[in-house]
C-alpha cells in the first residue's frame, strides 16, 4: 500500500521559515519524480517545485529563489524548505510521486495535505 505522509506545516508570520517533509512508504522512491503542489482556497491546485529520480528541479517563479526542494532516497522522504514566506503562499500544500510507464500506465500518489498559513 503507497503513503506520502506530509508533515511540517504550520502558522509562521510573513518572512518566516518553514520545512515540509514527504515520507514515502510502498514505492520504491528513488525511482519515482517527486512534486509539490498547493492548492489555496477557490484557487486551482498549482505545481510548486518538482525534483526528478535523477535530482533535476524546476521550481514555478513565484517560489524562485525563496523555496528549495531536496531529497533523500536513503530515507524515502523529500524535503521543502521555505523562506521569506508571504501570504500568497498561504494553501494546503500536497505531496506527489510519480513514475512514466509507456507501456503499463503511468503511476501517481498523493499525499492528504499539511496546511501552511502566512499571516501575522
Known amino acids: 500500500q503507497v503513503q506520502l505522509v506530509e508533515s511540517g506545516g504550520g502558522l509562521v508570520q510573513p518572512g518566516g521559515s518553514l520545512r515540509l517533509s514527504c515520507a514515502a512508504s510502498?514505492?520504491?522512491?528513488?525511482?519515482?519524480?517527486m512534486a509539490w503542489y498547493r492548492q489555496a482556497p477557490g484557487k486551482q491546485r498549482e505545481l510548486v517545485v518538482g525534483?526528478?529520480?535523477?535530482?533535476?528541479?524546476d521550481y514555478t517563479d513565484s517560489v524562485k529563489g525563496r523555496f528549495t526542494i531536496s531529497r533523500d532516497n536513503a530515507k524515502n522522504t523529500m524535503y521543502l524548505q521555505m523562506n521569506s514566506l508571504k501570504p500568497e503562499d498561504t494553501a494546503v500544500y500536497y505531496c506527489?510521486?510519480?513514475?512514466?510507464?509507456?507501456?503499463?500506465?503511468?503511476?501517481?500518489?498523493w499525499g492528504q495535505g499539511t496546511q501552511v498559513t502566512v499571516s501575522s
Open positions: 525534483i526528478s529520480s535523477g535530482g533535476s528541479t
Open positions: 510502498g514505492i520504491i522512491f528513488s525511482t519515482y519524480s
Open positions: 506527489n510521486a510519480k513514475r512514466l510507464r509507456p507501456f503499463f500506465g503511468d503511476l501517481n500518489y
